[in-house]
Structures are given as structure tokens and as C-alpha cells.
């Protein structure tokens, strides 16, 4: 055998090995998947979807609730967030915005398919048929305020925790009706230390978190 058989053989078996490394040890190796890291700009996004509105109600939950043991007032108050959100709130919404809007939020099909008189930022919404249509209403007396508390993540899930208080006759309190403090417009972010921590949980799914329950701390 001569001199350059033996190279082209030698070469042969070192690229035939080489591809067995490949195939059989490299296919074993651990995959390394890349940790989601959520920005706050998505955090801050979501946080309007669930923001105190100055003169509607918020329902306080004690223990984690999933989104489908919700009351009806929680559903629509967090649909309507979206809405405003979305630019679609005025005196005449067609079903298909507000099914735009619930999408965005709930990955299951939970929105109130009637209601009547829902009070939301000054106004009295109804859903009949494939219409919201409102009417202006009076606010009460009763204030709510918050503020973004802090939001970690974890695979593909998403924890936003919201400081939660109300203002009535210049005094401040928590859900639960304990007062934490004076009313002071520019204080107002540090007495919300004091408030409730309303705890929104997320999963992502299709690129878009969606509330899967909620809580407090």
C-alpha cells in the first residue's frame, strides 16, 4: 500500500470518528435552555391592566384565587382596565373590542357575555347584545390609589405585586379598612408601604402573559 493510500484511509477514519463523537456523545449533552428575563417595560405594560382606578371598587382576595372562581366585578374590572388600555372606552363599544380586550388578559373564554350597570371611572356600562353602551355616573367619596410593588419571575411565570390603599375624608386605608396613614399627595407613594399587596400571577403563553390568578401578601 502505498504512502498516499495510507493518508487518504487515515483521513477517512478520523472524519468517521469525528461525525460518531457528534451524533452519539454530542446528542446526549444537556440542552441548554435560555432563561426568560422579563423587562420591565412589560412589567410596567401589565401593571395598567391592573392599576387602581381613582372611583371603581377593587375586590381584595385574602388567599390565591384563580381566575376562573373570580367574581364578576374582578373580571370586568380588569377587562375594562384593558379597555382603557386600548384606547376603546366611549359611549358606544362593539362586542369585538371588548372580546379584543378580554384576550389580551385571560387565556380562557371568561368574559361576561351580559351586564348591566357596571360603574367604571365615572361612568355606568351595560352589555346587551353586541353592544356596551354608558352613561355618565357620579363617583363616591371613596378614593383608590396604587403603586407597582415589586415583580419577580420564574421559567414562564410572572408574579406582579400591587400596593393597594383608599382614600376617604383625607385619611388613607388599606382593603381590609385599616387606616395607615394621613392623605398627602406627595407622601401618598410611601404610605402605600402600608397598604395591601394585591398579588397578580401570570403565565406566558404565545409570547403574552396572561392572569392566571390572584392574591395578597
Given at each position: 500500500m502505498n504512502k498516499k493510500k495510507v493518508i487518504i484511509i487515515s483521513l477517512s477514519l478520523i472524519i468517521i470518528a469525528f461525525l460518531i463523537y457528534v451524533f452519539f456523545i454530542k446528542k446526549n449533552e444537556p440542552?441548554?435552555?435560555?432563561?426568560?428575563?422579563?423587562?420591565?417595560?412589560?412589567?410596567?405594560?401589565?401593571y395598567k391592566t391592573v392599576k387602581a382606578n381613582d372611583c371603581t371598587e377593587l375586590v381584595s382576595y385574602d388567599k390565591d384565587t384563580n381566575v376562573n372562581e373570580m367574581t364578576t366585578e374582578s373580571i370586568l374590572y380588569l377587562i375594562f382596565n384593558q379597555m382603557k388600555k386600548d384606547k376603546v372606552l366611549k359611549d358606544s363599544i362593539e362586542l369585538k373590542e371588548y372580546q379584543v380586550s378580554v384576550s389580551k388578559v385571560f387565556q380562557q373564554d371568561l368574559w361576561p357575555k351580559e351586564f348591566k350597570n357596571y360603574i367604571y371611572d365615572g361612568y355606568s356600562y351595560s352589555l346587551n347584545g353586541d353592544t356596551?353602551?354608558?352613561?355618565?355616573?357620579?363617583?363616591?367619596?371613596?378614593?383608590?390609589?396604587?403603586?407597582?410593588?415589586?415583580?419577580?419571575?420564574?421559567?414562564?411565570?410572572?408574579e406582579v405585586d400591587v400596593a393597594v390603599?383608599?382614600?376617604?375624608?383625607?385619611?388613607?386605608?388599606?382593603?381590609?379598612?385599616?387606616?395607615?396613614?394621613?392623605?398627602?399627595?406627595?407622601?401618598?407613594n410611601k404610605i402605600l408601604d402600608k397598604g395591601t399587596i394585591q398579588v397578580y400571577n401570570y403565565v406566558l403563553g404565545?409570547?403574552?402573559?396572561?392572569?392566571?390568578?390572584?392574591?395578597?401578601k
Open positions: 440542552v441548554q435552555i435560555e432563561k426568560q428575563t422579563v423587562k420591565h417595560e412589560t412589567v410596567e405594560s401589565i356596551i353602551t354608558r352613561e355618565k355616573k357620579k363617583c363616591s367619596s371613596q378614593k383608590y390609589v396604587s403603586k407597582l410593588y415589586g415583580y419577580s419571575s420564574k421559567d414562564e411565570t410572572l390603599a383608599y382614600i376617604k375624608n383625607n385619611k388613607v386605608y388599606d382593603l381590609k379598612n385599616n387606616e395607615i396613614g394621613d392623605y398627602d399627595k406627595n407622601n401618598i404565545n409570547g403574552n402573559y396572561y392572569l392566571n390568578s390572584i392574591g395578597s
